[in-house]
């Protein structure tokens, strides 16, 4: 939904700019950390499931081949499987390190990490004895997968996977303009695009999600996923008519050192940082507030009323129980 926006520079080099595309949607803001989380969502987190399930099914229809291709070399289905996206930038400037969106020692990061999931699986083995954990990665770099395998065989040999695809060269961001080049550029961009579908359709089929960072990746439909198995597993008992596995179904927010995780299986606990779960490295000091100042809700609601833009959209629900 990219909107024209009207704030278009009168100097006389404005014919020389882009167009100034604004990529939000009029009327609709994001709720910041759940500060304003109104006592009712209306349905939204109903109607963005159905939204995603609709999406990854005619995903899954015509690329069935490649997804089950992926199931069956990493044997998914026989695996509780925690995704673990990691998305570090893979070079990229601008907007994403003025954010700080990356990892400030990202070798420190995935050791953490690796150390806190090997742990966590010793500590709750009973969830584990049917179906192993595994993780499956979605990142940026393509370094990140062989280095997390390396680590983990050094450990607890936990096994850690992912989707073959074409990875941008390291370090050399993620444009279109730098990756995609020559004759081929706009087959080579689908199949890149395929390649990051595929990845968060196999996020919507895990057990869990873990995310490094915010993203607006695990923020659309593998949280949207993740907290629709949880509630209709509430809703049927821990017998879990989903999926078959034992354990429960969490979206996860790792520590900027990867030293820690909390988890929630609810938007509401999410949106207002009420985690249901927490884990941490042993002698781990937790530094939520660096974690928070990091954090970013990239899930867009209806503003209704009293919108700092003048975009309410009230009127809309006018004479309807929205109203």
């Not at 090997?118 to 990142?139: D, H, I």
């Not at 030293?259 to 009420?274: A, H, I, P, S, T």
Request: hydrophobic share 35%; proline share 3%.
């Amino acid at each position: 939904n990219l909107t024209l926006t009207t704030d278009i520079p009168s100097d006389a080099n404005s014919f020389n700019r882009a167009p100034n595309l604004d990529n939000n949607i009029p009327g609709y803001r994001p709720l910041w950390n759940g500060t304003e989380l109104f006592d009712r969502d209306f349905g939204k987190t109903a109607t963005d499931y159905e939204v995603y399930q609709q999406v990854m099914l005619l995903f899954k229809e015509k690329h069935n081949d490649k997804i089950q291709e992926v199931l069956n070399a990493t044997r998914f289905n026989d695996h509780t499987v925690f995704a673990l996206h990691v998305r570090t930038g893979n070079g990229e400037t601008g907007d994403f390190i003025r954010k700080k969106r990356g990892f400030d020692d990202l070798g420190i990061w995935l050791q953490n990490i690796v150390i806190l999931m090997c742990n966590y699986s010793s500590t709750n083995a009973k969830y584990f004895t049917e179906k192993p954990l595994m993780f499956f990665v979605g990142t940026d770099t393509g370094s990140v997968v062989p280095k997390l395998q390396a680590i983990s065989n050094s450990m607890c040999n936990i096994p850690i996977v992912s989707a073959a695809q074409k990875y941008p060269e390291e370090g050399k961001s993620v444009s279109f303009h730098k990756f995609h080049k020559g004759k081929n550029k706009d087959r080579n961009c689908l199949e890149s695009w395929e390649s990051m579908f595929l990845d968060m359709y196999l996020f919507t089929q895990s057990n869990s999600v873990i995310a490094g960072a915010y993203s607006s990746f695990t923020q659309s439909a593998p949280l949207s996923y993740i907290f629709e198995k949880a509630k209709h597993n509430k809703h049927f008992g821990n017998g879990d008519a989903v999926d078959g596995d034992l354990h429960p179904h969490f979206f996860c927010e790792a520590g900027t050192s990867g030293d820690y995780m909390d988890c929630y299986d609810n938007v509401r606990g999410w949106l207002k940082l009420e985690h249901v779960s927490s884990f941490k490295i042993a002698n781990a000091t937790i530094d939520r507030t660096l974690s928070k100042s990091r954090r970013s809700v990239e899930i867009l609601h209806p503003c209704l009323k009293n919108c700092s833009d003048g975009q309410e959209i009230q009127h809309f629900f006018a004479g309807t129980v929205l109203k």
